[in-house]
């Protein structure tokens, strides 16, 4: 471990800095955690969520519960700074429960659709 000193906007902080060398295993490890879930789909207790990929307005919800959908096909439209965004399928799904609706505010990663 090294200790630094740096300067942001005119106050002095005392900063820690750890190694790559040093403690290469939990580096790694941190990484690993960071990159997974990348895509805008998680697993949850009941399945899995499709999550939005951007903060925005949901415009129209295009399934139902119960629906089965094919990859590629439209779940929702996401308005997003005065554009339509066409969110779709990753894979093929059965739709388990529509967590929003039409009007809803969304922030990004919010869980939009419950599938498995």
């Known amino acids: 471990m ?7 906007n005119g106050k002095l ?7 790559v060398e040093e403690n ?10 960071n990159n997974t879930n990348k895509t805008n789909e998680s697993k949850s ?3 899995k969520t499709i999550k939005s990929p951007m903060q925005g ?5 295009l399934v139902k519960p119960g629906q ?16 339509e965004n066409d969110i779709t399928a990753e894979k093929d799904y059965k739709i ?3 967590l929003v609706k039409e009007g809803d505010s969304v922030d990004s990663d919010q869980p939009l659709i419950k599938v498995e």
């Open 68 to 83: 089965t959908i094919n990859k590629g096909e439209s779940i929702l439209i996401l308005e997003a700074m005065k554009m």
């Open 96 to 98: 388990i429960d529509v």
């Open 13 to 19: 902080y005392e900063v820690e800095l750890e190694s």
């Open 2 to 8: 090294k200790i630094y000193k740096v300067k942001v």
């Open 57 to 61: 307005t949901v415009q129209r919800v």
């Open 24 to 33: 290469k295993q939990s580096i790694q490890s941190e990484s690993n955690t």
């Open 45 to 47: 207790v009941s399945g």
